[in-house]
């Protein structure tokens, strides 16, 4: 099997979800004078802008979790960071690539966003709003932990605009939320998403994880039935995977591969037979597939503004401790410690720490790539933006790809099959250039 191999099939340590391209290792300091420039320089006429802000803040650090979160910060520094992350806003706001730019999304992320209060909420929103306002942006994302939620929250979030929330259930079986570091419980989550549907948001997304430790068949068949039982607008499932930084991933490494630790956490193959199943089970009730991770009820609905949009090369620039953007053919990544971010914006400068320039061929693959994850390639877009037949430019990869039965090649396109949707992520290096092949991703 050309890209596939059975080494890989146990659940090591490292990345597996691709979220850019080229890897995130090979953006360096050295190429933030790149960075400065284009901020400086005027955007592509036509280019889709979001705006996505990092919320740090966490009741309890979960045990597979690896962004750069907060559990031990005080009502004040809560203020300070919130003061540092408008001011950054407002930097990037006089810039000649944003100013005067509509915002076609926004999306409030974290760490957990409904970790700050209906005031802070009602404070943040409008002062971001008085600097860059986002009243036509077709999506207003929210991520909530339940766990978090009142209903008084959720109506203000309902009256500043949010128009999807993102519920992160992950699993609906105690123990296991206990076990992986999870600070919400079962309750909760029926309690967050009652408020959440009598209040008639327009969308509203549930988060599940297939591989927390501790899940069996009998759970997940379980999670599955307790989601349908709700039915959200739409289901997202990520496979777990166990980065250098979290917990899991330490007391692996201590206690060893052999050790019962790494007996209880699920391999690839197990993950992708839940994530079928789940699949199976809300194909039947009437949901279908929108991306390798995700089922909506009614595409026309339940649409993906955010994911779609920088699927297909909008700019965004990233907010917040260690966010990351992508503005005007350039990757950016912000500082990722507390006190050189807060400490930078105090001074009135953006905490950029990183960047890498791309060009039109990284572009190309970067869009081939994260648009395979929706299950589907349109050669004709590839052709029209980049002037290239991906289909022959990348014809050995899509070949060997079909040969193990991961795509099909149609016409007018390629289409992943289940197989190839159920492991997209460890597919996509078929199509790396070779310098970007073999090394860390992070």
């Known amino acids: 099997m050309a890209t596939v191999e059975t080494s890989q099939e146990q659940t090591g340590l490292g990345n597996y979800f691709v979220a850019n391209y080229p890897p995130f290792s090979f953006w360096k300091r050295e190429h933030l004078p790149a960075a400065w420039t284009t901020l400086r320089s005027p955007p592509k006429p036509g280019t889709p802008l979001g705006l996505y802000l990092h919320i740090p803040f966490c009741r309890k650090r979960c045990k597979f979790c690896y962004f750069r979160v907060y559990t031990d910060k005080n009502a004040r520094d809560v203020e300070t960071y919130l003061d540092a992350l408008v001011r950054e806003v407002e930097l990037y706001s006089s810039l000649p690539v944003v100013s005067g730019r509509p915002l076609q999304f926004v999306y409030f992320g974290g760490g957990t966003p409904s970790y700050l209060s209906a005031t802070q909420l009602r404070g943040l929103f409008e002062r971001l709003q008085w600097i860059l306002p986002w009243n036509q942006a077709e999506e207003v994302t929210f991520e909530c932990e339940p766990g978090t939620l009142q209903q008084h929250k959720l109506e203000t979030l309902k009256e500043l605009g949010v128009t999807r929330l993102s519920l992160g259930v992950e699993n609906f079986d105690y123990d296991i939320l206990e076990f992986n570091g999870r600070a919400h419980h079962t309750e909760e989550i029926y309690r967050a998403y009652g408020w959440a549907r009598d209040l008639g948001f327009e969308q509203i997304n549930i988060d599940l994880i297939a591989g927390m430790v501790g899940e069996s068949w009998d759970n997940w068949r379980d999670c599955i039935c307790k989601t349908i039982e709700l039915d959200p607008g739409s289901v997202t499932i990520y496979q777990m995977e166990l980065p250098y930084n979290t917990v899991f991933s330490k007391e692996l490494q201590t206690a060893g591969h052999d050790g019962a630790m790494a007996r209880t956490i699920a391999d690839w193959p197990t993950k992708r037979a839940w994530v079928d199943y789940a699949f199976e089970e809300l194909a039947k009730a009437g949901y279908e597939v929108s991306s390798a991770y995700t089922m909506v009820k009614d595409r026309a609905r339940c649409r993906f503004v ?26 950016v990544q912000n500082v990722d410690r507390w006190e050189e971010y807060v400490g930078l914006l105090e001074k009135n400068e953006l905490p950029l720490n990183r960047a890498l320039p791309v060009g039109p061929r990284e572009r190309l693959i970067r869009e081939m790539i994260l648009q395979l994850k929706t299950g589907w390639v349109e050669p004709d877009y590839f052709q029209r933006k980049f002037n290239v037949p991906v289909l022959r430019e990348f014809r050995e990869g899509f070949e060997r790809l079909a040969e193990d039965g991961f795509v099909t090649l149609i016409d007018g396109g390629v289409e992943l099959t289940r197989a190839g949707l159920l492991q997209v992520d460890r597919l996509l290096s078929e199509f790396f250039d070779p310098q970007y092949r073999g090394t860390r991703y992070t």
């Open 306 to 331: 955010y994911r779609d949009s920088l699927w297909h090369g909008a700019d965004m620039f990233g907010t917040g401790v260690a966010s990351f953007g992508h503005i005007n053919g350039v990757h």
